[in-house]
Nanobody
Framework: QVQLVESGGGLVQAGGSLRLSCAAS???????????MVWYRQAPGKQRELVAS???????NYADSLKGRFTISRDNAKNTVYLQMNSLEPEDTAVYYC???????????????WGQGTQVTVSS
């Protein structure tokens, strides 16, 4: 199994910055099976949406609307993914979730793991 713990959320004024972290822990087999680490967000009354992803090799992907303001990075040695969010807007207010897909011993199919979420609130 894999456990994901997010941190770094909070209240910030528009134009400010926040840095989110998500640390993965668990069995060595499962942790080593993780390729992409992904950030999603869900605003009140809206569907969960992809924010950004990064592979173990460092290939990144962003939601088009967030390119240039958000930067995803990763420390493989610490099994941690980061999301640097700059020039925040009230529309960025949401719960931000970390997601990974990992294998477990004895299971053929991978399993999706989610963190508990961290609240980001941007005031105008």
């Amino acid at each position: 199994q894999v456990q994901l713990v997010e941190s770094g959320g909070g209240l910030v004024q528009a134009g400010g910055s926040l840095r989110l972290s998500c640390a993965a822990s668990g069995s060595i087999f499962s942790i080593n099976s993780i390729n992409a680490m992904v950030w999603y967000r869900q605003a009140p009354g809206k569907q969960r949406e992809l924010v950004a992803s990064i592979t173990r090799g460092g290939i990144t992907n962003y939601a088009d609307s967030l390119k240039g303001r958000f930067t995803i990075s990763r420390d493989n040695a610490k099994n941690t993914v980061y999301l640097q969010m700059n020039s925040l807007e009230p529309e960025d207010t949401a719960v931000y979730y970390c997601n990974v897909r990992a294998y477990e011993l004895g299971r053929r199919a991978p399993y999706d793991y989610w963190g508990q979420g961290t609240q980001v609130t941007v005031s105008s």
